[in-house]
């Protein structure tokens, strides 16, 4: 390579880092430009967030080095020469060298020449330097004023937009919260519904199974086995019964206030059978509602739907509050409540949505739930009775288990043990004397005949004691210390032990399970102080 041609590549080479510098700083001052009109739309007037500044900042910088390198081109040979001839002063020598290179010209040998002696003594650092200071300058100072803006600019809200944005976050964050709370409670549910049901099919299996295998002869074993399933089906009874649901469910109408006092009474009337066809089907009303409502555009009539269907599951929510009384039927349809709020934002318009349908579906899960747990309740209740009466029988010696292998279900062994019962109760008293009252025995607690036509020596007299005060015959006065503490330490421990016996008594005494919340209410509440 001759030395011309080193020369012309090295100024190639300083032109272009000459050009990519300039573009850098072309790139950077209009990157700062714009990231400062972003922060003042950002701060200033709030139409933007500012939470992606540092993201947008990075992005900027990386488009003006990509500019930068976009600009970059290798400038033609003779455009090389003539800059270089511009600034060494060889009047066009290197010029002429490469267009007499072009052309073939017949002084070639004679320019060739002399460029060659002159390239090695020429400075590119001082022909062609890099004037960069003026350009690093600008970007300093295009740096600071980015800085201070970040560091000083204020916020401010004239348009009430930052403010918006931060409802919308604090409702998002919201969102995931219940859908989250929505979808474990769903799990759990589902859980509780498998293990409960599993629960009494095992033990109602188990009491047909003894009533099946009963033998009058085993009547000791029958009593023991009878009594172990009688706690069980006792603990599970408590388990599955809703008392606060029943006693609300048990009261008389009451006032809704603006909404429809017959139709929430016919869902009471229906629950109380086990029956949730009214409940779902405004369920049903709700979630078609909310489909409907999502698929409308944003406008006044969609913010008038959304407000009447939250009015209208307000309602609900109430109704329900007041009628199940059950605290997860009341969170789910404030989690409904809450979502169908949420839902007003446009922008979280149809997560929001989705999100309330699934509380409704699990307000629904619930309440069937719910239903199914008076459904036990009173399947456990008829199981506990025919045990009762099958213990009877036991005792009687009367239980035979082959009888009733031809049942169905609880409703015939009911029906059979009651006969069995009526049977045994003719036994004893074939002329009905013990029941009436007149004879050995336990009464019925019918009213017991009299005849008042019938002369006795019965008189009616006034007692003619003294109704005031009369003589004192004796009085006995002492000053001592009564003996108290031993006695009242000894009725506490008698009371207490009444508290610990109640349980055991109860299933002992064969008391029926709707009876034992209030005796063990009435000994809960005896003094241990005499």
Not at 6 to 31: K, P, T
């Amino acid at each position: 390579m001759s030395q011309t041609q080193r020369l012309l590549r090295r100024a190639a080479a300083r032109m272009m880092l000459a050009s990519f510098g300039a573009g850098l700083r072309l790139g950077l001052i209009a990157g700062a430009v714009l990231f400062l009109a972003y922060l003042a739309v950002a701060r200033l007037l709030g139409l933007v967030t500012d939470h992606f500044a540092s993201l947008v900042l990075a992005g900027l910088g990386g488009g003006a080095l990509m500019f930068a390198l976009l600009l970059i081109r290798r400038p033609a040979e003779q455009r090389v020469a003539r800059m270089v001839d511009a600034h060494a002063g060889t009047k066009e020598l290197f010029l002429s060298a490469v267009l007499q290179a072009d052309g073939a010209g017949e002084f070639l040998p004679v320019v060739q020449g002399e460029a060659e002696q002159r390239a090695p003594e020429i400075d590119l650092a001082r022909v062609l330097p890099f004037r960069w200071t003026s350009g690093a300058l600008q970007i300093v100072v295009a740096g600071l004023l980015v800085a201070a803006a970040l560091r000083w600019v204020p916020h401010l809200d004239p348009f009430r937009k930052v403010e918006q944005r931060q409802k919308s976050a604090q409702q998002q964050q919201k969102l995931q919260e219940i859908r989250k709370i929505t979808a474990l409670r769903a799990e759990t549910l589902a859980e509780e519904s498998q293990r409960q049901a599993a629960q009494m099919q095992q033990a109602l299996a188990k009491l047909d199974k003894t009533f099946k295998e009963a033998q009058p002869k085993e009547k000791d074993s029958t009593l023991k086995q009878l009594g172990e399933e009688q706690r069980e089906l006792g603990e599970l009874w408590r388990k599955v019964n809703n008392d606060q649901l029943k006693q609300a469910l048990d009261k008389s109408a009451q006032s809704f206030g603006p909404m429809n006092a017959k139709e929430r009474n016919e869902w009471r009337e229906q629950l109380q059978k086990g029956d949730l066809s009214g409940i779902k089907q405004e369920l049903g009303d709700l979630r078609k509602e909310l489909a409907k409502m999502a698929a409308m555009p944003d406008s006044a009539e969609k913010r008038a739907a959304q407000e009447q269907l939250a009015h209208r599951l307000s309602q609900f929510a109430e109704a329900m509050k007041n009628i199940v009384k059950s605290p997860n039927v009341d969170e789910a349809l404030s989690r409904a409540l809450a979502q169908v709020d949420a839902a007003k934002l446009s922008e979280l318009a149809q997560e929001a949505t989705e999100d309330a349908m699934k509380s409704l579906e699990l307000s629904k899960q619930e309440l069937e739930q719910l239903a199914q747990s008076m459904k036990d309740g009173k399947s456990l209740e008829e199981a506990l009775k025919s045990l009762q009466m099958a213990k009877k029988l036991a005792a009687a010696g009367k239980l035979d288990g082959a009888a009733g292998k031809d049942g169905e279900g609880k409703e015939d062994y009911a029906a059979l043990f009651a006969a069995k019962m009526a049977e045994m109760e003719l036994q004893e008293d074939p002329q009905g004397e013990a029941r009436a009252g007149n004879g050995p025995g336990t009464g019925n607690g019918a009213k017991r005949p009299e005849d008042d036509s019938v002369t006795t020596g019965f008189k009616s007299e006034k007692s003619t004691s003294m109704l005031s005060n009369g003589k004192m015959l004796l009085e006995w006065k002492s000053k001592e210390v009564g003996e108290t503490g031993e006695r009242a330490e000894q009725f506490r421990e008698a009371v207490r032990g009444v508290k610990q016996g109640v349980s055991e008594a109860l299933q002992a005494e064969q008391v029926p399970p709707g009876y034992h919340d209030a005796i063990k209410k009435y000994f809960d509440t005896l003094p241990e102080k005499k």
